[in-house]
């Protein structure tokens, strides 16, 4: 679980690194007014997604096993974090909803080594999907 929990802090700070190191290449297309922050809005978007894609080779690196059941696991997980954080598009004025958006792989990935893990009782393996389906539709119902 500690592995996977790495795999939810290198996502995105690889992605931040990104955006950070991008600019240092092509310093010619910095704005004028936003000077390079443009390129953490255009990371934005495909940003998550392209880090839900490298999860499992990340996961099976760090010998989380089975990698591609917890990375499609996580995915949804992950939705649901996103969904609670963005509601209402507060995450626009929230550093907590950012922080939670950026770092939400911390509990996401961890909590889908345990509901992937067949050792544990079936309890332990629904309580994080429950847990996560309330909050996906906690997300939905505080955004309208």
Request: proline share 8%.
């Amino acid at each position: 679980m500690v592995l996977a929990g790495a795999v939810g802090i290198i996502l995105p700070a690889a992605l931040l690194g990104w955006v950070f190191v991008w600019p240092r290449f092509f310093p010619e297309r910095c704005g004028e007014y936003t000077g390079c922050l443009g390129y953490l809005f255009a990371a934005w978007d495909p940003g998550p997604w392209v880090a839900v894609a490298a999860a499992w080779p990340l996961l099976y690196a760090l010998r989380v096993r089975p990698a591609w059941i917890v990375a499609a696991i996580a995915t949804p997980y992950l939705m649901a974090i996103w969904q609670y954080a963005t509601a209402k598009d507060m995450w626009l004025f929230s550093l907590e909803s950012l922080i939670l958006v950026v770092f939400g792989g911390v509990i996401a990935y961890p909590s889908a080594v345990l509901t992937a893990t067949t050792r544990m009782p079936w309890i332990w393996r629904a309580l994080p999907a429950a847990f996560f389906a309330g909050l996906f539709v906690l997300g939905i119902v505080s955004s309208e």
